[in-house]
C-alpha cells in the first residue's frame, strides 16, 4: 500500500528529521506510552511528540538489569534498558521525557530517569486509579502543571487557539483511526491487524499533519482492497501493551490462519475511540476526554469499565474468540485473567486464550502451539 | 485441661484467660483445622523460633491469637467486618473500629502469617489454595494476598462486609480486592492516590496529592458508614490515636534499649511487635501494648546485665522488617553474628521526622497529609531518604535492605537503595531479595550465603578498624 510505504518511508529518515528539528531550535518531548499524554499540548507549543514505544527484544532486559530487578514488566524494564544504554537513538535525541505515572512498572521507570539520569530533564504527573470527580480534577492539575511546564520549556504560550488547533489535528487523527477500524466489523474488509498496528505504531513518531495524510491515504486506499478471507476466524486481541518490536503473537496468529479484528491496549495502541471537544474550557475538555471518556486500562480498581467493553468489542465485531496477551509480573492484567473467562464465556459464549511473554524467543514454540489449538477449536 | 492449654500458655495466656474463652479457642480451632496432632508441632516450632524465656513475648504471640480468634469468629459473633492490606494507612481503619463496637477490622492474612505461619506452622496449605484459586505461583504474585485469598477459600476467615483497598500504593492489592470480588462479592471502598512524585521531591509534597488522597480517604469512610450501616463518631480520628500513640511511645522506649551492646532482643521478637501495629485495630493492638511493657521491662534487666542475642562488638545492621510467618529467615541473619538494632519500623518513629503541614481540617486530608510527610507513602525516594537518616539514630555498621521480590512498590528499591546508601552513608549495604511471607522459595538456607558473606566482611571490616 501506498500509504504504509509514505509511512515507511517517512520512519526512516525520522531521526534525521527530528535532529534538523532541533538543531533549528525545536523542542523534541518524549514521553512515555498508555495513553495518558494529550499530545495536543506538546503540538499547541510547536515541539515535536515521541512516545516511547519500542521493545520485543530480550536483550535489552540484560541492560535494565543494571538498575532494577526483574520483577517488573518486561515493556518497562525495555524502556529502562533503552534509556540507559542509549540504544535507541530516540531516547538520546529528545529534549524532555514527560512521564505520566499509571502504575508500580511505570514508577520504575521514573525513579530510573530521576535517579540515573538526572541529566536528563523530566517531568511527571499522575494518573488515577478510579474514576471520580476528585480522580477527575487531579488529572487535570496534572496536565495543567504539565502545559505550564512545557510553556516554560519552549518558551511558547499554549494559546487557545494553538490548542484548539493542535485538538482539531489530533482530533482529525483519531477520527481516522476510529474509521479504519470500525471497518473491521464488516464481513467485508481488508485492514490487516498488522497494517492498523504499524499505522499506530508510526503514529507515535511521526509528524502529526503527515501521519493524517498518510491515514486518509490508507482509507481511500483501503476500499479498493480486496478483502481479507471470510472463513478466518476473528479474534479479538487484547492486553495491556504491544510494542513496536513485539509482533510474535501476531504473526503466530496470521501464520495459524486466525485474523485480528480488533486490537484494545493501553499501551502501544493510540486510544481513538473519543473525540476531544471544542467548546469552553479546552483544558478540561481534554482531561475529560482523556481521562473520564477513555475506556481504562487494567490497573484501574475496579477494572469493569474495560472488561464490559471487551465484552462490547467481541459482540460487536463478531468475534470467535479472544487472545489475551499479558507481560510478565503485570499484576493488574494477570489477576483479571484469572476472572475475566468466566465472565466472557457467560456473556458471549466465547472462549479465551491467555498468553504471557518476557520477550523471550524460547515462549515462541510453546506459544505456536497453543494459539493454533485455539484457532483450531475456535475455527469449529 | 484441653489439648491446647499448654501451647497456649506457653503464648502467654493466664489459665484464666484460657478458661474464659475456651468455647470460642475451640470454635475457633476447629475452623482452622487445628486438633491434638498439631500441639507437638507448634510447641517445638514456637520454642525453636521464639525467645519463650521473655514473658514479654510469649505475651506478644497470644496478642496474635487473641486477634486470630477474633478475627475467626467475628462473623458468628455478629461483627460487620472489614479488611484492609497490608502495609496501609491505618487511620481509616482505626476511625471505622473506634466508631462501633460491632465493627472489625484488620489485616487478615498478617494475622493468619503470624498465628498460622509463626505459630502452628501451618501457612504452607493456605499458600496453596491461594495459588490455586487466582493468585498462581510463578508470576511474582504478592503471597500475602494468597494467604488472604487462601484464607478465604478454605472459610477460616469470614467473608467480609467491606475491603477497604490501598490503591494509593499497590497495584496487586487493588487488584486482587477485585478479585475478591468476583469470588465473594465483597464490596470494595477503593482509596486511590498517585505516587508521583519526582525523584529527589521528598520532603515536598503537591498540596493536590493531599487533596486527592484527603477525598479518597473520605469517600471511603462514607462508603464504610453506608455499607456498615454505622456512623463515624465525630472524634473518631482523636479517639483512633490513643492506642497508637501507645505504641510509638513504647516503641520509643523500646529504641533506646536497642541502642546497647549487645543488642538485647532479636529481630524476631522485635517485628511481633512492629507488625501487630500495622495489623490489628482491636484487641490485638491492646494487648500488643501490654506485652510490650513487659518486655521492656525484661529488657531493661537484660541491658542492665549485659545480655544480648549476639556476642558484644558484633557488627550492627539495619534490616527493613522481619518475615512474618518464618521466623527462620530473619533469625538467619543473627545467627550468622549479625546484631540487628534498627528496623525501618523502628527508626521511622525514632528518626527525625518530617513535619506535616497541619492545615487541613477534613480527617482524609489530615490524615493524607500524615502520611506524605512520613514518607512511606510518598515515593521510593523519600523511603531511602528516611532510611539514610534514620540511620543515624542508632550506630551502624551496615545494612541489609531487604527487598520483596513480589512486591512492585517494595523492589521499586532493589538497586537504586543499595547505590544510594552506600555513597551517602559509606557503610556497606546488602541488597537482598527475599519474601517476607512466604518461605518456600526464599528460605533461610537460601540465603545463607549471600547474608554469610556480608556478615564476613563486616566482621573482618570490624576487626581490621580496631588493629
Avoid at chain 1, 193 to 214: P, R, Y
Avoid at chain 1, 326 to 347: G, W
Avoid at chain 2, 200 to 207: C, F, M, S, V
Wanted: glycine share 8%; aromatic share 10%.
Amino acid at each position: 500500500m501506498k500509504a504504509l510505504d509514505k509511512l515507511d518511508s517517512h520512519i526512516k529518515t525520522r531521526l534525521t528529521d527530528l535532529s534538523k528539528a532541533k538543531e533549528q531550535g525545536r523542542k523534541i518531548i518524549g514521553y512515555t506510552a498508555g495513553g495518558y499524554l494529550p499530545e495536543e499540548l506538546i503540538l499547541a507549543c510547536d515541539a515535536i511528540p515521541v512516545c516511547f514505544i519500542q521493545a520485543g527484544d530480550n536483550a535489552i532486559l540484560k541492560d535494565a538489569g543494571h538498575y532494577i530487578c526483574r520483577w517488573f514488566d518486561p515493556f518497562w524494564r525495555s524502556q529502562i534498558g533503552y534509556l540507559t544504554s542509549g540504544k535507541d537513538p530516540y531516547y538520546t535525541i529528545v529534549n524532555l521525557i514527560v512521564i505520566p505515572i499509571t502504575d508500580n512498572h511505570v514508577r520504575a521507570f521514573s525513579n530510573t530517569v530521576g535517579y540515573y539520569t538526572p541529566e536528563v530533564e523530566s517531568f511527571v504527573f499522575g494518573v488515577p486509579h478510579t474514576k471520580d470527580k476528585s480522580a477527575l480534577e487531579y488529572y487535570l492539575q496534572g496536565i495543567s502543571r504539565l502545559k505550564k511546564k512545557l510553556e516554560d520549556f519552549t518558551g511558547v504560550e499554549i494559546s487557545e487557539s494553538r490548542l484548539k488547533q493542535s485538538i482539531q489535528l489530533c482530533n482529525r487523527e483519531r477520527e481516522l483511526f476510529r474509521q479504519i477500524s470500525l471497518m473491521r466489523k464488516s464481513e467485508n474488509f481488508a485492514v490487516t491487524s498488522k497494517d492498523f498496528v504499524a499505522l499506530n505504531h508510526g503514529s507515535f513518531l511521526a509528524e502529526k499533519e503527515v501521519m493524517v495524510e498518510i491515514l486518509e491515504s490508507f482509507v481511500e486506499e483501503v476500499k479498493d482492497s480486496a478483502p481479507l478471507p471470510k472463513d478466518a476466524p476473528r479474534i479479538l486481541f487484547t492486553g495491556s501493551t504491544l510494542a513496536q518490536g513485539d509482533s510474535k503473537v501476531m504473526d503466530i496468529i496470521e501464520a495459524a490462519g486466525g485474523v485480528v479484528v480488533m486490537e484494545e491496549f493501553a499501551e502501544g495502541i493510540r486510544p481513538y475511540w473519543g473525540k476531544v471537544k471544542l467548546e469552553s474550557d479546552l483544558m478540561a475538555n481534554l482531561a475529560e476526554s482523556y481521562f473520564m471518556d477513555r475506556v481504562c486500562p487494567g490497573w484501574f480498581r475496579p477494572g469493569t469499565e474495560r472488561l464490559d467493553f471487551l465484552v462490547k468489542l467481541a459482540r460487536d465485531y463478531n468475534v470467535a474468540g479472544m487472545i489475551w496477551y499479558q507481560l510478565m509480573y503485570r499484576e493488574s492484567y494477570k489477576v483479571e485473567s484469572y476472572f475475566f473467562p468466566d465472565i466472557l464465556r457467560k456473556e458471549t459464549g466465547l472462549n479465551m486464550l491467555t498468553l504471557e511473554s518476557e520477550y523471550d524467543a524460547m515462549e515462541t514454540g510453546p506459544m505456536k502451539t497453543r494459539i493454533e489449538t485455539f484457532i483450531e477449536i475456535i475455527r469449529r | 485441661m484441653a489439648y491446647y492449654d499448654e501451647l497456649f500458655k506457653l503464648c502467654g495466656f493466664e489459665g484464666k484467660e484460657i478458661e474464659k474463652e475456651r468455647p470460642r479457642i475451640e470454635k475457633a480451632l476447629e475452623r482452622l483445622g487445628i486438633g491434638p496432632d498439631d500441639m507437638q508441632t507448634a510447641d517445638s516450632w514456637v520454642r525453636q523460633n521464639h525467645d519463650v524465656s521473655l514473658e514479654g513475648v510469649r505475651k506478644l504471640l497470644g496478642a496474635w491469637l487473641k486477634e486470630l480468634i477474633d478475627l475467626v469468629l467475628a462473623r458468628d459473633e455478629g461483627k460487620k467486618i472489614v479488611y484492609f492490606g497490608f502495609p496501609a494507612i491505618l487511620g481509616p481503619g482505626l476511625m471505622l473500629s473506634v466508631s462501633s463496637k460491632d465493627v472489625f477490622v484488620c489485616a487478615p492474612d498478617m494475622v493468619l502469617c503470624h498465628t498460622m505461619g509463626q505459630i502452628f506452622n501451618k501457612l504452607t496449605p493456605i499458600l496453596e489454595a491461594g495459588e490455586a484459586n487466582g493468585l498462581p505461583p510463578g508470576h511474582s504474585l504478592c503471597s500475602l494476598w494468597q494467604v488472604k485469598v487462601g484464607g478465604l477459600i478454605k472459610g477460616m476467615i469470614p467473608v467480609p462486609d467491606l475491603a477497604l483497598a490501598s490503591s494509593y500504593y499497590c497495584d496487586m492489592g487493588s487488584k486482587a480486592d477485585d478479585l475478591v470480588t468476583a469470588l465473594f462479592g465483597v464490596p470494595v471502598a477503593y482509596i486511590d492516590g498517585v505516587m508521583d512524585s519526582k525523584w529527589g521531591e521528598y520532603p515536598n509534597y503537591l498540596p493536590e496529592r493531599v487533596q486527592y488522597l484527603g477525598t479518597q480517604i473520605n469517600q471511603a469512610l462514607n462508603k464504610a458508614e453506608k455499607v456498615l450501616g454505622i456512623k463515624i463518631v465525630p472524634d473518631a480520628w482523636e479517639k483512633s490515636q490513643k492506642g497508637s500513640q501507645a505504641y510509638v511511645s513504647n516503641l520509643l522506649r523500646l529504641l533506646d534499649l536497642m541502642k546497647a551492646d549487645p543488642v538485647p532482643v532479636s529481630i524476631v521478637e522485635l517485628e511481633l511487635l512492629e507488625a501487630l501495629w500495622g495489623s490489628s485495630t482491636n484487641r490485638g493492638i491492646w494487648e500488643g501494648i501490654k506485652a510490650m511493657e513487659i518486655l521492656l521491662r525484661e529488657l531493661e534487666d537484660r541491658v542492665k546485665a549485659g545480655i544480648g542475642t549476639t556476642e558484644k562488638g558484633a557488627p550492627r545492621v539495619m534490616i527493613q522488617l522481619g518475615h512474618t510467618s518464618d521466623p527462620r529467615v530473619t533469625r538467619l541473619i543473627e545467627d550468622m553474628g549479625l546484631a540487628v538494632p534498627l528496623t525501618f519500623i523502628l527508626a521511622w518513629i525514632g528518626g527525625p521526622q518530617v513535619k506535616p503541614k497541619g492545615t487541613y481540617t477534613t480527617p482524609g486530608e489530615t490524615i493524607a497529609d500524615y502520611e506524605l510527610a512520613a514518607a512511606f507513602y510518598h515515593g521510593t525516594d523519600a523511603v531511602i531518604k528516611r532510611f539514610e537518616e534514620n540511620a543515624k539514630v542508632v550506630k551502624l555498621d551496615g545494612f541489609i535492605v531487604n527487598y520483596l521480590y513480589n512486591c512492585r512498590p517494595d523492589a521499586l528499591a532493589s538497586h537504586n537503595q543499595k547505590k544510594y546508601l552506600e555513597e551517602k552513608t559509606s557503610l556497606p549495604v546488602l541488597s537482598l531479595e527475599w519474601d517476607i511471607y512466604d518461605s518456600r522459595s526464599y528460605s533461610a538456607a537460601s540465603l545463607k550465603t549471600k547474608v554469610e558473606t556480608f556478615a564476613e566482611m563486616l566482621k573482618a571490616k570490624k576487626k581490621s578498624a580496631k588493629v
